[in-house]
């Protein structure tokens, strides 16, 4: 009755291993003699109720009776493991594999030590030796390749498992670390090519390469690649990119905002290429400008955008051919899009209105920035210069005294207030004020 229980109890305790699960220990243990067996059980009994020490003293009385016995070596790896007794679980779990290394069990014990020891590169080692047991393994090798930054390694691993097993969300983060890295680009641009001759059906092939293609300026390379594309899946959102451009060569206008409309509200085309496509379509309006309400049409497809306020950058671009009356409407237009009031912005719209001498809005917005921010000099300065040419010269004066209170290392805008606070005295009729600003601005220019 005492061998039939304790046979039950070395069963259950063997089934709650965690290691053990999906493969059961080796069954052929012998036992030599009772003494053996007692002290076995005795170890699967302290070991049940995390009397590690216990289980261990038990277990080398067993290793006294049979030294090579794998499976006892086994065991004590894992009350060393419990222990954190980490150099004497690897021991133990390693002489276990060097007596019987078809176990996969004894392999996965070394593994665990490494892990908790965060000993990467002998993970490595370990986990290739458990690979040949379940190929399931190589998603772990290709984590141990991230964390030794083997990158390399780690690109061709992830290039394979996609190929055999499909991706997955932790790879494709993996890759975009990896290729963040211009250096391995190169690698990753082959490997599409390959990989779009042998699956020309695969649409994120393609986008893939074009977004590589596309992140290095090869623009050629990008349209090369859409057309493929083009051919391969006709019904692609991503072979918009290639008829824009292509319709723009011929001057086709009304065809290739018909493209650019599709792209640019496609969910799958990267924001950089769609600011591209943008780009190409602003320069093309510059010269065609009957397409005015489609570029405003376009950019409205931006107002989501996160990164870039492309209704600030168009106006920048007008702003730089001194088309001053476009370049305001696009900054009006970016103020509108901006859940928070942006500086440059204000100031650039600012410089626009006094280009085109439109002094009543400039008072106007200058006033307003000054409420919203008393320290920024430049605005009184805006609001003092528009003042002046309304000849309004006391709220001039005001605001430019002010403003000066506030200047800070900013020699030319100096130069700027003298001369306006001169304007402001002339108006103002005080010669002496007038001259002394003049004055200092000269001496300041000098």
Not at 315 to 328: C, P
Request: aromatic share 12%; with cysteine.
């Amino acid at each position: 009755m005492k061998k039939s229980a304790l046979c039950i109890l070395f069963l259950v305790l063997l089934s709650n291993s965690a290691l053990l699960l999906a493969q059961t220990e080796p069954q052929d243990i012998k036992l030599n003699t009772d003494k053996f067996q007692d002290y076995f059980y005795e170890s699967l009994k302290q070991k049940g109720i995390e009397n590690y020490d216990k289980a261990i003293i038990a277990l080398e009385q067993c290793l006294k009776i049979e030294p090579q016995n794998a499976t006892i070596h086994f065991e004590l790896g894992k009350n060393y493991l419990a222990l954190k007794e980490y150099q004497k679980a690897y021991s133990a779990f390693e002489h276990a594999t060097q007596i019987d290394p078809t176990n996969k069990w004894f392999w996965v014990g070394m593994y665990d030590v490494d892990y908790a020891t965060k000993d990467y590169v002998s993970a490595i080692k370990t986990i290739n030796k458990l690979i040949p047991f379940d190929a399931k393994f190589k998603e772990d090798l290709t984590s141990l390749y991230m964390s030794t930054s083997q990158f390399d390694k780690a690109l061709d691993l992830i290039n394979e498992l996609n190929e055999t097993s499909g991706k997955s969300d932790r790879r494709e983060a993996y890759k975009i670390q990896i290729l963040s890295q211009g250096k391995y680009q190169n690698a990753e641009i082959t490997n599409l090519i390959e990989q779009i001759k042998k699956y020309p059906n695969e649409e994120s092939n393609y986008i893939s390469l074009i977004y590589l293609y596309s992140k290095n300026n090869e623009t050629d390379k990008v349209l090369e690649t859409a057309r493929k594309l083009e051919i391969a899946i006709p019904t692609s959102e991503w072979e918009q990119i290639s008829l824009f451009k292509y319709h723009l060569e011929k001057n086709e206008g009304e065809k290739a905002i018909n493209a650019m409309n599709i792209a640019l509200a496609s969910a799958k085309i990267d924001s950089k290429i769609k600011h591209r496509i943008l780009n190409e379509f602003l320069i093309y309006v510059n010269a065609n400008p009957q397409f005015a309400l489609d570029l405003e049409k376009a950019v409205g497809y931006f107002d989501a955008d996160p990164d870039v306020n492309v209704a600030k950058e168009i106006g920048k671009f007008y702003q730089n051919k001194k088309q001053w009356d476009k370049a305001i409407g696009y900054y009006e237009k970016a103020n509108a899009r901006n859940a928070d009031v942006d500086i440059e912005t204000n100031l650039l719209l600012l410089q626009a209105y006094t280009e085109s001498k439109d002094f009543t809005k400039a008072a106007k917005k200058a006033i307003d920035m000054v409420d919203l921010f008393p320290a920024q000099s430049q605005f009184y300065y805006y609001a003092g210069l528009a003042y002046n040419q309304l000849s309004q010269f006391k709220k001039a004066k005001e605001m430019l005294e002010m403003g000066l209170d506030y200047l800070v290392e900013d020699k030319a805008l100096e130069i700027n207030f003298n001369i306006q606070l001169g304007e402001a005295y002339h108006g103002l009729g005080d010669q002496k004020k007038k001259d002394f600003y003049f004055s200092k601005a000269n001496q300041l220019l000098k």
